[in-house]
């Protein structure tokens, strides 16, 4: 019958550090510090110099970690948002909640990535039609991999934009000795427990190197507090992360350090040994390193990806499509489309990509026996 697996393993992840988490459970029920507890601020500050930044702010989640980032530059009505076509729904719904108009930008077909060219494209037409005010540029770094911040920054500077990188896929990777999460004006990542660095629930963090703008964020996180809660200058939201949760965080950011980004990347040069000559597999630019948040390939021909995913089913191997839309095809955003825009590389993206199980504990066995199966049905 075969392996039976899971696409992200967070079982087999919890087997192996069960007596650390455990203790930092049991460690938090004892302190009962439920709300902003002692893990809270331990956290913020092991995140804040793993990435290389000056602070680092938890919250609930991925989402509101990029609106309360909008929100603290004031993003609104008038304002154009640029944002990556091929990603997940809320890189887009964060400005288009505030009531700016999010603006999508076709992406490189080998990374994956926001394309910079298309970028100064899309900017150039809104600028032309002279109804919104371009602001900020939200990068991805989708599936683990960084965007081109080497060229989206001098367009950014160009144009005189903020770049807030949605980090929320891209938490490890790099380009050169800069880690993810450190790109941006402001950066973001999620906690989702699928992500590369997953807690048992949500939470999301927001990172940055301006003092005022660690402020104000915080501020925004707790009702728009001032100097307590009960005094609100601002308003704000309610969005923090559980002190268990990031009792969790801290055990699995050890983990995540020490080897279990390694390890990706060595489940990785393994599909890639295996299926480089069958399917196209990911392509990480020179200088950058990927987290996997996913591992995708392309898969072209007509049938051939629902062929395989049914193979692999039939094997009980699970296997994703991200995305079957582009942004510019969500029925939310129809009526701010833009219709002189194009995006060929979604397009042919959505139609052909497969993701394949991918975490830090897989075995070469799983990787030979989904790579056998992958390419018996090409």
């Known amino acids: 019958m075969g392996i039976v697996m899971e696409f992200r393993d967070l079982k087999r992840q919890y087997n192996v ?32 110099e793993y990435v290389g930044v000056k602070y680092c702010i938890s919250c609930g989640n991925g989402t509101d970690a990029l609106t309360i980032a909008l929100r603290a530059w004031e993003t609104g ?12 729904f809320a890189s887009g719904e964060a400005p288009a909640s505030l009531g700016a108009v ?3 930008v076709d ?23 002279g109804i919104y ?44 000795e800069k880690k993810a999460c450190g790109f941006g004006d402001i950066s973001t990542t999620s906690f989702f427990p699928a992500k590369p660095l997953g807690c048992y629930g949500d939470g999301g963090a927001i990172f940055t190197n301006d003092a005022e703008m660690e402020k104000l964020i915080r501020s925004i996180c707790v009702h728009g507090k001032g100097i307590n809660k009960y005094d609100n200058v601002r308003l704000g939201t309610n969005s923090r992360m559980d002190t268990l949760q990031a009792a969790i965080l801290q055990i699995k950011l050890r983990a995540f350090r020490e080897y279990e980004l390694q390890k990706v990347n060595e489940a990785a040069d393994l599909y890639n040994k295996y299926l480089k000559d069958y399917v196209k597999t990911p392509v990480i ?31 009980q191997i699970p296997s994703m499509t991200y995305y079957v839309k582009g942004m510019h095809e969500q029925l939310a955003f129809q009526n701010c489309i833009r219709r002189d825009l194009s995006y060929p590389n979604t397009d ?31």
């Open 17 to 48: 550090l069960k007596t650390d988490i455990d203790k930092a459970i049991a460690d938090t029920l004892e302190r009962g510090d439920f709300i902003s507890g002692q893990a809270v601020k331990e956290l913020e500050q092991e995140l804040a």
């Open 77 to 88: 009505a008038g304002d154009a948002v640029f944002v990556p076509d091929f990603t997940f």
């Open 102 to 104: 999010p603006v999508f």
């Open 107 to 129: 992406v490189d077909r080998r990374t994956f990535n926001m394309m910079p060219d298309r970028l100064e494209e899309a900017i150039q037409a809104v600028q032309a039609e």
């Open 133 to 176: 005010k371009p602001k900020v540029i939200v990068t991805v770094d989708l599936f683990g991999q960084p965007a081109d911040y080497n060229e989206i920054r001098k367009i950014a500077d160009k144009y005189e934009l903020k770049i807030l990188e949605d980090g929320a896929q891209g938490f490890g990777g790099q380009i050169g």
């Open 285 to 315: 630019r020179q200088g950058y390193y990927s987290s996997y948040a996913q591992y995708t390939i392309i898969v072209d021909g007509p049938g051939s990806r629902e062929q395989i995913q049914e193979a692999l089913k039939q094997k």
């Open 348 to 378: 042919y993206l959505k139609d052909r990509v497969i993701s394949l199980p991918m975490h830090p504990y897989l075995t070469e066995e799983e990787i030979e026996q989904v790579s056998r199966i992958i390419i018996e049905n090409i």
